[in-house]
């Protein structure tokens, strides 16, 4: 019998296989930032350990990093704090660090594919739950908790039960308008925040393969959010383009080498998935979230589910979240008025994003109403964006291109959305306060971002372009 | 780590289902960098209002329900990886947690802290809602070594799963570091041969 793609990758990995319990599976790189670290370095003390292989291990500061005035001190004392003790902690570890100031900092999701540390057949982990955005790359890649974080400090590796496998398959072509972040969104609103739990997934189909690397990872990136922890995409030539000449990428022989093993990552076509579905491209519009989990989202045109439409057990909670957003059951949320538009987080903050949303406002200006926020996902993002002149495009709208971090996705800095407050987000999480306490978090694509930020309401993109 | 073995105790009832990790402990509570005092901030925005005061409707501010079992609708401790939430809860001074569901990373982070999650049936669930809701001083038992949960009040018993090396970690209060460690001959074996 074939292999998945996920079996064949967990097997070159597994150090010890036994009856009863997880596996021992070998972790060839480890990302780390300052807000999962701090407590298992501390562990590491604590051991007398060392972390095994340093050279397996980078560090960036992303969550706690203000997204102005990178060159002066933090403000914030227990932010500043933490990123200090990142620092600490890499030079006493001999950790690679690539904090405030580097030309290579940034979302930790970002600069590994960007360096070229993300590549196909790796295991990867990171305390961080949007680590499945690696396996846009045919690489297991999933987020971790800090005592594994500990774990695979001293070991480099993770005591971890080989996860069932589900093929998500998505075929045919996108309408003009619809990108990655709808086809992801659209999945999680079909199968529910918690429709992934327990898999690890594959995305499949035509629509799939056509997306660009960075389509790919906004799809990866989001799988956590229907409760997978890890999803991925078979290596192809779109990948080895994407890879090829970066910073961390094999060379020369070695380059020859890889590929040739990467060619061998895809599943088999006996292979058997736990489970398997599938969507048409042709079925999903410009999606947009209207309560407080990313499951609860609906076609731009669509009108708000009603609470008797839902299962009797749940009408508590889906109201509670209906009435925490300020909505009203069965209403359109076309026209409704924004105050704030994010463009950023691990989800959509690369160069592909932002010269997708400069395309669309070029020539045009931000609605008085809203506050606009773009922030690059790294300093290398940030440096692309300025040599192609995208900065002085949003300058002229009239937004600002901000410096890289996680920012308002979580608002663990000074961004944050106010109590009440609307914002159309490109990140990946609307639950209640994450964007500040009583934030209200609508989340979509870059482009229907764009709009609204132009717009000053809620729009169907697709009138726009 | 804490061991777990034998539990008799009141419960928290938090009937909400989807309950994610930036519920338990908000992101701006994450920028402590030992693992202690999580507990104050459990469930914040829901506990506190914006002046700190305590929201008199929230379960946990209500004296009715206490004891050391939380009991949540189903999907709990989705979200994040972070495993600040799974210190909050025990901190708090919760050693079980009991959903019909849970989310994969959650589980694993509270294992890892002592912490017991129990995955029922809904049926069960909204059971153990019910029975507390009618009478708050009811109790709940569980057993680890016979992987049962029990409502006292009724008789009604669940047999619950647990991963077996996972059991005997949390008898016996083994990490997981330990168990790998005792294999680093093979893991730098592994090294050499790929």
């Known amino acids: ?465 | 780590m804490k061991k777990f073995e034998k539990l008799t105790s009141q419960v928290v009832p938090l009937p909400i289902e989807n309950i994610d990790t930036d519920q338990i402990i908000p992101a701006r509570f994450l920028k402590a960098t030992t693992r202690d005092g999580f507990g104050d901030n459990l469930f914040r925005d829901w506990r506190y209002d914006a002046d700190n005061q305590p929201k008199v409707d929230f379960v946990m501010n209500n004296p009715t329900f206490s004891g050391k079992v939380l009991v949540a609708g189903k999907n709990f401790g989705c979200g994040s990886s972070r495993e600040h939430a799974a210190w909050a809860i025990q901190d708090y001074g919760f050693d079980v947690v009991i959903s019909s569901f849970f989310a994969d990373i959650f589980k694993g982070n509270a294992l890892n802290n002592g912490v017991l999650p129990i995955q029922v049936p809904e049926e069960f669930l909204q059971k153990i809602f019910s029975v507390v809701f009618a009478n708050p001083t009811s109790s709940l038992s569980v057993d680890l070594e016979a992987q049962t949960v029990t409502i006292d009040e009724t008789g009604d018993s669940y047999s619950f799963e647990i991963n077996p090396y996972k059991k005997s970690c949390l008898i016996n209060g083994y990490d997981d570091i330990d168990f790998i460690l005792s294999h680093k001959r093979q893991i730098e074996e592994f090294e050499k041969n790929r």
């Open chain 1, 1 to 465: 019998m074939g292999k998945t793609l996920v079996e064949k990758i967990w097997d070159a990995h597994v150090v010890k296989r036994e009856e009863g319990f997880p596996d021992i599976l070998y972790i060839d790189t480890h990302l780390i930032h300052e807000v999962t670290s701090p407590q298992a370095f501390d562990g590491l003390r604590k051991r007398g350990l060392p972390v095994l292989r340093p050279s397996q291990t980078v560090a960036t500061a992303d969550h706690n990093v203000p997204t102005l005035n990178q060159h002066l001190p933090i403000k914030e004392e227990l932010s500043r704090y933490q990123v200090d003790m990142l620092t600490k902690n890499t030079a006493e570890f001999g950790v690679e660090l690539y904090g405030l100031g580097h030309p290579y900092q940034g979302i930790v999701h970002v600069i590994g594919p960007e360096l070229g540390i993300t590549q196909p057949g790796k295991t990867m982990v990171c305390g961080d739950s949007h680590t499945s955005t690696h396996g846009a790359f045919g690489a297991i890649a999933f987020g971790i908790g800090t005592s594994q974080v500990e774990q695979v400090f001293a070991t480099q590796c993770l005591l971890q039960q080989k996860p069932k496998t589900m093929k998500i398959e998505v075929n045919g072509e996108l309408a003009a308008g619809v990108g990655a972040k709808d086809i992801i969104l659209y999945i999680i609103a079909k199968i529910s925040a918690a429709g992934g739990t327990g898999y690890f997934v594959e995305y499949a189909g035509s629509a799939i393969r056509s997306l660009s690397m960075e389509g790919r990872m906004t799809i990866c990136n989001m799988s956590i959010e229907m409760g997978a922890r890890g999803g991925l995409i078979a290596p192809d030539q779109t990948t080895f383009d994407y890879v090829e000449g970066r910073e961390f990428a094999p060379k020369g022989e070695e380059w020859d080498k890889a590929l040739q093993y990467w060619k061998t990552l895809y599943s088999d076509d006996d292979a058997i998935f736990d489970a398997v579905l599938e969507f048409d491209a042709a079925d999903i519009q410009p999606m947009i979230t209207y309560g407080t989990n990313p499951g609860m989202g609906i076609g731009i045109t669509e009108h708000i589910p009603t609470t008797n439409s839902q299962p009797e057990s749940e009408r508590p909670s889906y109201q509670k979240a209906i009435d925490y957003m300020g909505f009203q059951d069965g209403e359109s949320v076309i026209g409704k008025a924004v105050d704030y538009v994010f463009i950023g987080s691990c989800t959509n903050s690369r160069i592909e994003d932002l010269r997708e949303v400069a395309a669309f406002v070029q020539g045009k200006q931000k609605a008085e109403n809203v506050e606009v926020w773009i922030v690059p996902g790294s300093k290398q993002v940030e440096a692309q964006a300025k040599e192609e002149g995208i900065d002085k495009i949003f300058e002229q709208a009239g937004f600002a291109l901000r410096e890289p971090g996680c920012s308002a996705c979580l608002g663990m800095n000074e961004d944050k959305i106010p109590a009440g407050k609307y914002c159309v987000s490109t990140s990946n999480r609307n639950f209640e306060g994450r964007q500040g306490p009583n934030a209200r978090t609508m989340l979509a694509s870059p482009l229907t971002a764009a709009a609204a930020a132009v717009t000053g309401k809620i729009v169907d993109i697709r009138q726009l372009i």
